[in-house]
């Protein structure tokens, strides 16, 4: 058999397995949205207690207006009922079922949450009022970011380094991305600030770039302690799909290749656990053992973050090393997260793969300040299909 | 055989076996202090980084006046060194290892264990700054409690029910023994703040006398959601304790046998792993999954809280029950916390009880808000020879 015919036997293989991920990850989608459906709303008070009604305004809507199949009108109201809530009662971070606040972040978390959720909102229903919303919180955000973050009302301390997380510049990477995405008066508007965003997130690649770093200082040298050290590949990972749409804007693919390398293949290589598979939730870059009691378990953000990651790589660069590690990631996360029984993913396994938490999303309580519920929905849809806002 | 005779010799067994744990348990005792010692401080600033310094202080204390073999220089001089430093630096949560303020909690328990710390340095050192400074913040965090909790800076928002951690009651009335402890003017100074604070505990009794809730309102009601089904068994053995501590004071065996019932006997039936033995770190009153992703992890203090708790009640009532469950307790503990090669124990084991963490304590960042470091070193000494310290 000549070379050239197996060669095109490889690509009509490798066609028909990515073709095959692509229904199996449609379906999945499909479940996982009727599980929401189902399950996340509140009939008295039109929406649930979980903070996760941000993440979830922003996915229902964005199904609604790019998949022909989401196109209906009980996931734009359950959207529009959500939008109306928020609208009531703003960034609370933990909102009673009847929107009455019972927690604030010090964070600009929320606060990106909700400008997501209203850019979406606009795109979906064509209401300019969202819209508006969504551009004044952005200002107000830059603003903290860039400028003065007294606004937050956390207190300064002498002693408090200047550690930058990383999550803040990803956080406001993809806002650029969200709210630029065909608006050409809005992207330009903040191309300079998604430069700085890009270049923010590129100072957490330290130590000759042999290691991603969960906080830096603000001028990118590393911090001290266990603070400085701390690394978490799923969200490496995360901001290397980030940095991928943002070199793809740019036409960039120097920094492309750079940005693969670093956020996406070093991170996997330290982060996947050698022994059970998946990835590790935290990791200490000198090796010591991270403080997070939850440091070895495997979560299921981490690999969704992961799946995309690698095939958004592969489909802009056609490395098959990098489409090799989406169906590695794939193929553990759908046997170990997904409930065949009764739907959706576990969010928590035990180092060794087993569920640890049964709970199947919201409500997380934002009292325990993981934040995750506001992701709850969002990240644990499947990849490829859709994108989904990062984790604070 | 007579059984008078027979009576006698399982008198003498118990009474050896009790012995052995006695010596066991000293042995450990010396094992742990000399770790400490030898890994705890820090040459260039007197006092390491971890916000432990609070509870190392007091034991080192603790230690000192009231164990002949721990009554040296060494001990007493690094307490001292820790004092000055808190008094210097009050009571940041986190400090650097300059002592400038990295954190600081909106709680009391910071002010709390400094109090405690105070108060030990004024009986191992006789200078009466030292209770100056005890009995001053004492007067601060009682004004905070029960007049006016707007000094702690903590944003009051109209949704957030009047919950009362069972944490608060429960520093309180330790800080009442703590001053109380021979100094009859102190002691009926805060009689009526002990009676107070046991009725507050008491009240966290909820469901029929069936469950003991980590948060309840503060008249006394069970909160809705998880927050208010949250349970700790090892907290609610370390309560028991605390509440024995005041029967005894009080002199009210009834009050005594309702404590044993409620907060030692129940909590350990609820809390401890059938399948794997250990003290499960959180449940949730109706057998939902709690939402804390460490809930099914061993952790030390538990076991040393249940340990004092079960020996101080078999004590007190001779209930042979309660000295059965001390040996299923320190049995378990003694085989999988402590290290046999490096010293120490290990604080966080697997539901399995596998190590989790191979950390030994000091510094447990206060950056993770976990707030453990600060009782690092005391509440993992082993129990019966001494008493330690509760968590926040």
Chains 1, 2 share one sequence.
């Not at 996760?52 to 109201?77: A, E, K, P």
């Not at 009691?293 to 592969?314: D, N, V």
Request: proline share 5%; with cysteine.
């Amino acid at each position: 058999m000549s070379n050239g015919l197996r060669a095109r036997q490889d690509m009509e293989k490798e066609r028909e397995t990515l073709q095959a991920w692509k229904e199996r990850v449609g379906q999945e989608l499909d479940r996982v949205v009727a599980f929401w459906m189902e399950h996340s709303h509140d009939q008295e008070h039109g929406y649930s207690e979980a903070s996760g009604v941000l993440g979830r305004v922003w996915m229902y809507c964005r199904l609604y207006r790019t998949f022909q199949r989401f196109h209906h009108s009980q996931l734009l109201n359950a959207a529009k009922a959500g939008g109306e809530f928020l609208l009531r009662y703003k960034c609370a971070f933990v909102l009673t079922r009847d929107g009455r606040p019972v927690k604030v972040q010090r964070t600009i978390f929320s606060e990106c949450f909700y400008t997501m959720a209203m850019n979406e909102l606009w795109r979906a229903t064509g209401e300019v009022r969202y819209q508006t919303e969504a551009v004044e919180m952005m200002d107000q955000i830059v603003h903290w970011v860039r400028e003065d973050a007294s606004g937050l009302g956390r207190p300064q301390l002498q002693g408090a380094p200047t550690a930058e997380p990383m999550a803040v510049p990803m956080m406001l990477l993809n806002l650029v991305e969200q709210l630029g995405e065909a608006d050409e008066e809005l992207a330009g508007k903040y191309t300079e600030l998604g430069d700085w965003c890009a270049r923010r997130i590129l100072q957490h690649v330290q130590r000759d770039g042999q290691a991603v770093l969960e906080n830096v200082s603000e001028d990118g040298k590393e911090l001290s302690g266990c603070l400085g050290r701390q690394q978490n590949p799923g969200h490496a990972l995360e901001a290397g799909w980030f940095l991928l749409r943002h070199c793809i804007r740019k036409g960039d693919p120097e920094l492309r290749a750079h940005v693969v390398d670093k956020f996406l293949l070093l991170p996997f290589r330290s982060g996947w656990d050698p022994d059970h598979g998946g990835l590790f939730y935290f990791q200490d870059a000198d090796d010591f053992c991270p403080t997070q009691l939850e440091w070895a378990m495997k979560l299921w953000w981490p690999h969704s973050e992961a799946m995309i990651a690698f095939l958004m790589g592969y489909s802009e660069s056609g490395d098959p090393v990098l489409l090799r590690l989406f169906y590695q990631v794939a193929e553990y996360t759908f046997r170990q997260f997904r409930d065949p029984e009764y739907g959706e993913w576990f969010g928590y396994l035990s180092r060794e793969g087993k569920v640890a938490l049964s709970i199947k999303g919201g409500p997380f309580k934002g009292e325990w300040g993981t934040g995750r519920g506001r992701r709850g929905c969002a990240s644990r849809l499947p990849p490829a299909l859709t994108t989904c806002p990062p984790p604070p």
